[in-house]
């Protein structure tokens, strides 16, 4: 593999859609050991879904134009700070590039800002998060 690695990283994401107490569809993110043990089950496989999608890892160029992109002056220090929701909004619209998101109708959605704008915050967060642990990984296989 070459240090410029333009590999995409591909990051499942498990869920279920549920009527809460008032009748409206949530989703529901899973982890993937919780989604795996449903989807072994004949009977409740239906109920999970699987979201794929495929990632470029942040480049040093990327992380510098969306860190900046991403500070503002703190009102009360003074300060130039980082503001995070900023920054993962960034680093969502630069490095995520291609899903199997599907509308009503069956037809793939294009990965763009309505699109991912549209997405639930659980959606999102969990997506960063594995974003996150899939990145950090390489330290953690070194030590074995």
């Known amino acids: 593999m070459s240090l410029i690695n333009k590999n ?10 549920v009527k809460n107490r008032k009748g409206l ?7 993937e050991d919780e989604a ?4 072994a089950d004949d009977k409740k496989s239906k109920e999970v879904n699987i979201l794929n999608t495929y990632w470029n890892s942040l480049s040093w160029g990327e992380f510098k134009k969306i860190q900046s992109a991403s500070i503002e002056i703190n009102q009360v220090t003074g ?3 980082v503001n995070l929701p900023k920054f993962n909004d960034y680093k969502v619209k630069t490095c995520l590039k291609e899903w199997d998101l599907k509308d009503d109708k069956g037809q793939l959605l294009p990965v763009n800002e309505k699109n991912i704008e549209d997405l639930p915050l659980s959606v999102i967060g969990k997506l960063l998060d594995l974003y996150q642990e899939s ?3 390489v330290e ?3 030590k074995k």
Do not use: A, F, T
Not at 8 to 17: G, T
Not at 26 to 31: A, G, S, T, Y
């Open 8 to 17: 995409k990283i591909h990051i499942p994401l498990y869920y279920k859609i």
């Open 25 to 31: 569809e949530v989703v529901i993110v899973l982890d």
């Open 36 to 39: 795996k043990k449903i989807l």
């Open 79 to 81: 300060l130039r700070e």
């Open 135 to 137: 990145s950090e990984g």
């Open 140 to 142: 953690e296989e070194q």
